[in-house]
């Protein structure tokens, strides 16, 4: 996505977004503090952005994780999961594992809900 495109969907949105092509899911959470900045201009462009940290650890910013599940969930989506990772304060391993931890607790949460298609519900473990 070129700098055009990203302040597009962020002015549009003014949140992060997920992205899926009917296969893969890619969830991608941002810091609203440096989406807003984005959004104004006072960064200019998402290289400033992502210097700037724009893309943060999942669940630590903008990204509404439950509704996007949930929504996939009522879909009976069965296809991969996937957490993007661009850049962190953390070491990568740790904004991985930081991931892969919060994704997997909030399918065990959306999982047992009394209106969860059972595709979603069976993937406790996230890939």
């Known amino acids: 996505m070129n700098d055009k495109d990203f302040l597009k969907q962020a002015r549009k949105y003014s949140e992060p977004f997920c ?3 009917g296969k893969k899911f890619r969830l991608k959470d941002v810091d609203p503090g440096v989406l807003a900045r984005l959004a104004s201009g006072e960064l ?10 724009i893309f943060t650890e999942l669940g630590a910013g903008a990204l509404d994780l439950m509704g996007c599940l949930r929504s ?6 069965a296809g ?11 070491p990568p391993t740790e904004a991985a594992a ?3 931890r919060v994704l997997a607790h909030a399918l ?9 298609g059972p595709s979603l519900a069976s993937r406790g473990d996230a890939h």
Do not use: C, H, K
């Open 72 to 77: 996939l969930a009522v879909r009976d989506y």
């Open 98 to 100: 930081i991931g892969r």
């Open 44 to 53: 200019e462009g998402f290289g400033a952005a992502v210097r700037a940290r």
């Open 19 to 21: 992205i899926t092509n």
């Open 108 to 116: 065990r949460i959306v999982g047992s809900g009394p209106s969860i």
């Open 80 to 90: 991969w999961l996937m957490v993007e990772q661009d850049s962190s304060w953390q």
